[in-house]
């Protein structure tokens, strides 16, 4: 009979096992006017098909904010750079269909996901604020982050 103790989480406790994955996975972190923006990267195997140049990776952020006062998340802008440096550039209202409103000492998590063409890049970006007491509109920086696959290590053709 097969020892339970070996079975994999994910069988056993899919709860548990994502907990374990967003703990394991790189973060990457950046602080800007009282807003701490904390990104963790996953590479999709099941979604990427190598053999077509076609890499798949998950990010999973959290918007924490630190000030004193409400903010909301009206727009972003991100650069999305491959393994050759060719820079994608997107601009669009809120994220994944909103524009959160984040109470201060408060946090909002969003996962989104990004295809590239080479095995390896990285994204930057930055969310435009305000706080709708004030009206006053700040920038928050979206920390680099690398997007690296098994494939990275690869030559490509």
Known sequence: MPDKSSTPHLLSDPETALAEAMENAPRF????????????????????????????????????????????????????????????????????????IIASQEQFDYTSGAMLSTPSGFMRGTYHMVEPASGHRFDVLIPAFSLDSPHAGLLLH
Do not use: K, M
């Open 29 to 100: 972190s950046q602080c800007t006017d009282g807003v701490t923006v904390t990104v963790r990267t996953f590479w999709l195997d099941d979604q990427s098909q190598p053999e077509d140049h076609r890499f798949a990776w998950a990010y999973h952020i959290s918007i924490e904010n630190e000030r004193r006062d409400t903010c909301q998340l009206l727009s972003r802008s991100w650069e999305i750079i491959d393994g050759f440096g060719r820079t994608e550039h997107v601009h669009g209202d809120g994220v994944v269909g909103e524009q959160p």
